[in-house]
């Protein structure tokens, strides 16, 4: 989970060059270990990484409406994503989330 790093999106290219060189690619087994990277929601669109999935930072409890900064599942399989973070201690701890709510 980046939370809200890298700082820009050439900071986070240059972070998924490293992750995905040979080196690094070859310290993990695929077969018994998938890899996802949560980026911030911004780049969802902009980050791809060989050998790596993408997923989103939080799902919305709620479907379509006025709900400023959230995202639907909907709207995250469109993006063509399979994963995503529920039950953040921050979330807990700020907008009082609980295990009912997750």
Request: charged share 25%; proline share 3%; aromatic share 8%.
């Amino acid at each position: 989970n980046w939370k809200c790093n890298p700082a820009s999106m050439r900071e986070a290219r240059a972070l998924l060059r490293a992750w995905s060189s040979d080196d690094n690619r070859a310290s993990w087994d695929s077969e018994k270990v998938e890899v996802v990277i949560f980026p911030p929601a911004l780049w969802l669109n902009d980050i791809q990484c060989d050998g790596m999935a993408i997923g989103a930072q939080n799902v919305s409890k709620t479907g379509s409406g006025a709900f400023t900064g959230e995202w639907t599942a909907e709207a995250l399989k469109d993006l063509g994503l399979k994963w995503t973070i529920i039950g953040h201690s921050e979330r807990r701890t700020k907008d009082g989330e609980t295990d009912a709510i997750t």
